[in-house]
């Protein structure tokens, strides 16, 4: 069966410090992979997809960047954290095929606050 | 563009009464539908989907939703809610990109 790895939980950085959230995928090959945020109250803002290894597409412009070094690990990052950063990021995979049905399914996330 | 509209953002129910959760979209073709259930701190769990056949779809944890064409509207339902299922509830339209609505927080009352 599939599973989806997030990590760190939660993560409390200061302003102006660098981040790395890291997410993988087990059992399954080739899957599209995506970082959502939920800002509190709110719903979920897609911030990058990917469909294979080195392709991201950016969703929202902003301080955030995505990598994809390998076929199920999926890496958001930032230089520099600003205090709007803060909310909780969410992971996703899904697998496109003749019969797919489109649905996504989420990691556990990763609560960041920025200080 | 696609878009998903959850009217209520939270409601209130007592426990082993009837629930239903509203939702409208707008796609350009045939809709792919979900819903999604996320506790406090979770991430999301698929409820159930709809992409074909028959307008009344089963998912999990004794939920059903009916898609409506004519009105646009994919809503949620449970005939007895249990004290577990307060949580917050997200529909979502799209294909390889799902646009998610803002969510309706379920209370239940004991």
């Known amino acids: 069966s599939q599973t989806i790895h997030q990590w760190p939980a939660t993560l409390v950085q200061p302003v102006g410090s660098p981040l790395s959230l890291e997410c993988t995928v087990e059992?399954?090959?080739?899957?599209?992979l995506y970082w959502y945020r939920q800002a509190a109250g709110r719903g979920l803002q897609l911030l990058f997809y990917?469909?294979?290894?080195?392709?991201i597409s950016s969703e929202v412009p902003q301080n955030l960047s995505a990598s994809r070094p390998q076929d199920r690990q999926f890496i958001l990052s930032s230089k520099k954290l600003l205090l709007s950063d803060s909310g909780f990021y969410l992971c996703?995979?899904?697998?496109?095929?003749?019969?797919?049905?489109?649905?996504?399914?989420f990691g556990p996330g990763t609560r960041l606050t920025v200080t | 563009a696609q878009s998903v509209t959850q009217p209520d953002i939270h409601i209130t129910v007592s426990e082993g009464a009837s629930l239903e959760l509203r939702c409208n979209y707008s796609?350009?073709?045939?809709?792919?539908l979900f819903w999604y259930v996320q506790s406090p701190g979770q991430g999301l769990q698929l409820l159930l989907k709809y992409f074909s056949g028959d307008t009344l779809v089963q998912g999990i944890k004794g939920f059903e939703a009916e898609f409506k064409r004519s009105q646009s509207s994919f809503n949620l339902r449970k005939p007895s809610v249990h004290w577990s299922d307060a949580a917050e509830y997200f529909c979502?339209?799209?294909?390889?990109?799902?646009?998610f609505g803002t969510g309706t927080r379920l209370t239940i009352i004991p």
């Open positions: 979502a339209v799209g294909r390889e990109k799902l646009t």
């Open positions: 990917s469909v294979g290894i080195g392709q």
């Open positions: 796609y350009g073709a045939t809709p792919y």
């Open positions: 996703a995979w899904s697998v496109l095929g003749a019969a797919t049905t489109y649905e996504q399914y």
């Open positions: 059992g399954t090959s080739n899957p599209n």
